[in-house]
Nanobody
């Protein structure tokens, strides 16, 4: 059983900062990609940022230069530092982890429950 626990969401004013955390626990053999997605009501879920086990990163165009993704492999935790927040960043942010539960198994995606980020004007 794999569980992802998210934290760090909240309400901030435009221009403020937040740091999201997502810790994976349970039966984990290895983790490949960890990332963050977000979804606003009535809109499609979109990629915010992703990071591989080797540290390669990918960002959505709308957050480049403002957000930074990082990971602590010893803690199976991924972080998202969000700076210069804008009202359009308001959404539920979901952690996503691509991992194996055993060396013979294929990779599967696991999702966190989501954390609300609200940026006021």
């Amino acid at each position: 059983q794999v569980q992802l626990v998210e934290s760090g969401g909240g309400l901030v004013h435009s221009g403020g900062s937040l740091r999201l955390s997502c810790a994976a626990s349970g039966t984990i053999f290895s983790i490949n990609v960890m990332g963050w997605y977000r979804q606003a009501p009535g809109k499609q879920r979109e990629l915010v940022a992703a990071i591989t086990s080797g540290g390669s990163t990918n960002y959505g165009d709308s957050v480049k230069g403002r957000f930074t993704i990082s990971r602590d492999n010893a803690k199976n935790t991924v972080y998202l530092q969000m700076n210069s927040l804008k009202p359009e960043d308001t959404a539920v942010y979901y952690c996503n982890v691509d991992l194996r539960t055993a060396f013979w198994s294929g990779r599967n995606d696991y999702w966190g429950q989501g954390t609300q980020v609200t940026v006021s004007s």
